[in-house]
């Protein structure tokens, strides 16, 4: 700050660069005079896939030389986060029975989350978690919370509504497993399929035979019933 404004740039001041190696251990600068402004900044390098490091923090981040004091030392903190990513499901319905689904608007599709960076016996909360996502019957896609990038996620249905007179076959899950990659083009969509059928049932049938007049019966064994059936739905 003593040179004048005017004088030639390399009278003026110039820069340097230290190289900080990742254990913390401290880098000593070249000798500067007494009273020099000092300002640090720094280029954070590149992020690994699917993170990102957030704006460097110094402590200072400028200061003033001063020789009768202690050296100073600059922390640089960087920090570095995982980026988000979601995954996406749908619904799909076979009703080919035509069963009557008008009372049922949505299912739950349950889900868990585990992060594999963290260590087995830590927290369980640290570990992961669960949530629920409501898909419409109507196959409208549902996006889930932002988790991060690498998380394994599990999926599975629960809870299907009774429907009176059908049954639920198992449901069919397009990807019951899979992790969450931040950098991916396209989003994991769960395709949830299920399928409903009517119950099969039996009716019986037998046979009275009123003969107060003792008819010679012997030669008939049995008797042909014929039926006809429809489909209202």
Do not use: M, Q
Request: glycine share 8%.
């Amino acid at each position: 700050p003593w040179v004048s404004d005017d004088a030639p740039a390399e009278e003026r001041g110039g820069s340097g660069t230290l190289t900080l190696p990742v254990d913390g251990e401290p880098v000593t600068s070249v000798e500067l005079p007494h009273g020099t402004v000092v300002t640090v900044s720094e280029v954070a390098p590149v992020a690994p896939e699917g993170s990102s490091w957030a704006e460097p923090v110094y402590s200072p981040a400028e200061f003033v030389v001063d020789a009768d004091a202690e050296t100073v030392t600059v922390t640089v903190t960087n920090t570095i986060t995982r980026d988000a990513a979601r995954f996406a499901a749908h619904k799909v319905v076979v009703n080919d029975d035509n069963v009557d689904l008008s009372g049922v608007e949505s299912y739950e599709l349950e889900y868990s989350y585990s992060f594999p960076w963290v260590a087995d016996d830590a927290p369980a909360g640290e570990r992961g978690g669960s949530g629920t996502l409501v898909l419409p019957a109507d196959g409208e896609v549902v996006t889930s919370e932002e988790l991060p990038h690498g998380t394994v996620v599990t999926v599975d249905e629960v809870n299907l509504p009774g429907v009176a007179g059908s049954s639920w076959a198992d449901p069919v899950i397009s990807v019951r497993e899979f992790t969450l990659d931040a950098v991916a083009e396209e989003v994991v969509d769960v395709e949830v399929v299920n399928t409903l059928s009517r119950d099969v049932t039996v009716f019986d049938a037998r046979k009275v035979v009123v003969n107060d007049g003792g008819v010679d019966l012997s030669g008939i064994d049995s008797y042909e019933l014929n039926y006809e059936y429809s489909f209202p739905w």
